[in-house]
C-alpha cells in the first residue's frame, strides 16, 4: 500500500484508486457476510482490483492515441 501511494500521482490517487476503493468497500460492506475476516479481506482486495482494473481499462481507452 506504501508503495502504492508513494509511486502514484494525486491525481491518479483520486481519479483512479479512490472510485475504486469505495465502490468496494461498499459492496463489501453490503454484500460480503463470510464470517471470517480473511475471506471478507481477500474479497474485498479482489474486488478493489476488479474495479481499478475496470477504471483503468476505461480511462486509457478513452486517451486519444
Known amino acids: 500500500m506504501y ?3 508513494q509511486r ?3 491525481r491518479r490517487l ?3 484508486q479512490a472510485p475504486a ?3 468496494s468497500l461498499v459492496i463489501a ?4 457476510k463470510f464470517h471470517s475476516f480473511t ?7 479482489a474486488t478493489w482490483g476488479a474495479f481499478d482494473w475496470l477504471i483503468s ?6 486517451k486519444p492515441s
Open 21 to 23: 476503493l469505495l465502490s
Open 3 to 5: 508503495s502504492l501511494v
Open 14 to 16: 483520486i481519479g483512479v
Open 57 to 62: 481499462t476505461i480511462i486509457t481507452s478513452r
Open 39 to 45: 475471506l471478507e479481506c481477500l474479497a474485498f482486495l
Open 8 to 10: 502514484s500521482s494525486l
Open 29 to 32: 460492506e453490503i454484500f460480503f
